[in-house]
DNA sequence: AATGAATGAGAATTCATTCAT
DNA sequence: AATGAATGAATTCTCATTCAT
């Protein structure tokens, strides 16, 4: 993650906390201007809505994840094995350094069905790591299997994180990934 | 589930839908109000808050999954294969046509971080839901992995039932209790 | 007062209790209900409205004083000196066992600018009080004297019985009622 | 009083005389709103709630009272005689330049009993009104004497502010007054 | 860029009252 | 007489957003 921080960047960073923790309209602008000192009207001066703020904030952390996360399954000195494998280090230590889930993942139940702007970025997440995934499992397993097996790890990733943060115990999450890993020799 | 519906039941079931579609915050009492047919303030009458209410719907919902498909965990002529089977089913059939998927799983990222009474609920359910499927595969496969296995396979389908909403698209859920199923010899 | 109870009578009293304690507008039509065993709607029943009801309550009340109180001014075989003891016990006596002071005192100020109907009730009973006061006074001070006199005395066991109420100690009221007796020799 | 109004002082100014005239829950924060040219929910830019407001107005009027008023008992050039004059006579001021009576004694008996944070401040401006005159009785009667004299004062001169307003004629309070300069030669 | 005040729409909730049974 | 349900208006309070300074 970058050094230097812009306060655009800041104001990002502080409402991802925010929204992962008390969700989309349990985050009031008053709240995100007083974790960033301002005031809640000076919020707009970066960002023309809170919906606009959100969108940049599930880019925000879209971006990351291609940069950090996505990107391995081209890069290529690595077998298929060791990228599943640093893959799914990145993503478990991604979250469990993520007070309050992922993003992406709460906003989809509360605003995927009344608000298009934000599902199409959070469809855009989904579809990317998926397709990362079955890019590293297609040359070992195939195409077909490996289609399956992307959605698949994908959902049962999500499900963990939730599980995680639900009973606010990381166990579920890591037997996952555990899991995961095993899927290629 | 009964035909016969009280006036509190009618209320319930309506709201169900209606959290599920729209969140526990994008609902509002106005809303349950009419699709009621009734006056917002009218709810009063049957629920004391808001909170309540949706404590009562996930109470519902919990009740419904005791009755119709945890219990499977204990029906004794079943081998556990049959039980696997059957309970495997019915959740597919349950959330198949269950437009909004998951109210229990919805609300875990909602409102689990601010309502301590509704993410008690949200825990009973998830653990039951665990215990059931523990019970059904400790027989076959022992304590340990069964322990392991069971909560794999709470946190899959909730992550399946999340994309299957989410893609508008019910072939990750589908495929996932294929997975499920075959867990089993 | 009297030994049986009309269920009208009942009523009343409960919610002179209520009023007295929580004021006209903190006194609500369910409350008063509960207090009855009956449920909110039943109240109407018997009286037309909730300001109808105020009205029979302060009604009740000055009903009593005229009563037992205010007829001491023309009960014949008593000196003035007698009088005047016998009606500053009775006071004393009625409002040291009247849990939340005087109700007609209360309302006075909550409802006074904006309900003639109650207000004209109130003013009743505070003109028959001083009235009564003036009564027994003047045959031993004069017109004038017994007239400010009777006024002052109003007054100042009204206020007395507000510092009583305020202060949770009925010390001020107590010897308030003292100085009116000794005001004649 | 000041000549310059702060915004907020003037809300609380508009505030006392609607709390006054109208009372606690008679007052709704849209009467004040529209009041001070503001629309409703502007208020709460200023106070936090209606209870809090309503503080504001019994400190706002405690501290005039403390300023003006109560400091009296200290202004050492003055005889007691002196004093008591000038206290009665500043007491008499306010009042009949204020429509609706006292507004601490009003509250007292709408909202005492229901609201811990108005009844301290209540209490604790009637205690500093007797304190006052207690101070300035003391050197002349004795403690004893004096301490009876002041509660009886502030209660006699509460209950004739009180008729004054349900009369809605100033001669009850005037009389009063002057008998309370009586008090000393 | 930032502030403080204001806005307007709407949220949950309350409550006196009505009415069919 | 009593009940339980419903009503509709009002009330407190919230919040995203705007705007003059």
């Given at each position: 993650m970058p050094v230097i921080k812009t306060d655009r960047e800041s104001i990002i960073q502080k409402s991802i906390h925010l929204f992962k923790v008390h969700g989309y309209s349990g985050t009031t602008m008053a709240a995100i201007g007083e974790a960033c000192g301002?005031?809640?009207?000076?919020?707009y001066h970066h960002f023309k809505s809170k919906e606009v703020l959100a969108l940049e904030c599930l880019k925000y952390i879209h971006e990351y994840f291609e940069k950090e996360i996505f990107s391995i399954a081209h890069?290529?000195?690595?077998s298929s094995k060791e990228k599943l494998i640093l893959f799914t280090k990145k993503v478990e230590k991604y979250f469990l350094n993520s007070?309050?889930?992922?993003l992406l993942g709460n906003f989809t139940l509360e605003v995927s069905n009344n608000n298009p702007l934000l599902k199409n970025e959070i469809v855009a997440y989904f579809k990317a790591w998926e397709e990362s995934i079955y890019e590293i499992l297609r040359p070992e397993i195939g195409k077909k299997e490996a289609k399956e097996k992307a959605i698949q790890i994908v959902a049962a990733t999500q499900g963990s994180i939730m599980l995680m943060r639900l009973y606010e115990n990381s166990k579920p999450f890591k037997i996952q990934n555990k899991v995961i890993i095993d899927l290629l020799p």
């Open positions: 301002l005031i809640k009207g000076s919020i890069r290529e000195p690595l007070e309050g889930g992922c």
